[in-house]
C-alpha cells in the first residue's frame, strides 16, 4: 500500500492517538480518526502496523510508548496482536479481508 500525505510524514508508535478508518473515502485513501482526545503540540502518531500488510525497511521499534512491542514486521505477522489490540477497529480494510 503507497501511503500519500500526510501519511507519509506520520511517525509509528505502539500507543498511538490516531488510527485509520475501516472504510477508504471518497479519493481512495483512508481517514485519521482519534484515538483518544490529542493536546494541543502533540505528535501525531499511528500503528504502521494497521495499515501495512509487511513492513521491510525496519523491523525494530523504538517508540518509547510503555506498551512498545519492540518490533515493526506488519499485519502479516503481527495480525493477531493487532486484531485484538484494536478490536477489529481502525484497522485497514484490506488487512482485515485478507486475514487467515
Given at each position: 500500500?503507497?501511503?500519500d500525505?500526510?501519511?507519509?510524514?506520520?511517525?509509528?508508535?505502539?500507543?498511538?492517538?490516531?488510527?485509520?478508518?475501516?472504510?477508504?473515502?471518497?479519493?481512495?485513501?483512508?481517514?485519521?480518526?482519534?484515538?483518544?482526545?490529542?493536546?494541543?503540540?502533540e505528535?501525531?502518531?499511528?500503528?504502521?502496523?494497521?495499515?501495512?500488510?509487511?513492513?521491510?525497511?525496519?523491523?525494530?521499534?523504538?517508540?518509547?510508548?510503555?506498551?512498545?512491542?519492540?518490533?515493526?514486521?506488519?499485519?502479516?505477522?503481527?495480525?493477531?496482536?493487532?486484531?485484538?489490540?484494536?478490536?477489529?477497529?481502525?484497522?485497514?480494510?484490506?488487512?482485515?479481508?485478507?486475514?487467515?
Amino acid at each position: 500500500m503507497m501511503m500519500d500525505l500526510p501519511a507519509r510524514f506520520l511517525n509509528h508508535s505502539c500507543d498511538p492517538n490516531v488510527g485509520v478508518g475501516n472504510e477508504l473515502n471518497e479519493w481512495g485513501s483512508y481517514d485519521f480518526v482519534a484515538l483518544r482526545d490529542i493536546a494541543a503540540g502533540e505528535e501525531i502518531r499511528f500503528d504502521y502496523e494497521t495499515t501495512e500488510h509487511e513492513i521491510g525497511a525496519f523491523s525494530e521499534c523504538h517508540c518509547g510508548a510503555s506498551t512498545c512491542r519492540g518490533h515493526v514486521h506488519g499485519f502479516k505477522l503481527s495480525g493477531d496482536a493487532i486484531y485484538k489490540k484494536y478490536g477489529g477497529k481502525n484497522i485497514a480494510k484490506y488487512l482485515l479481508e485478507n486475514r487467515a
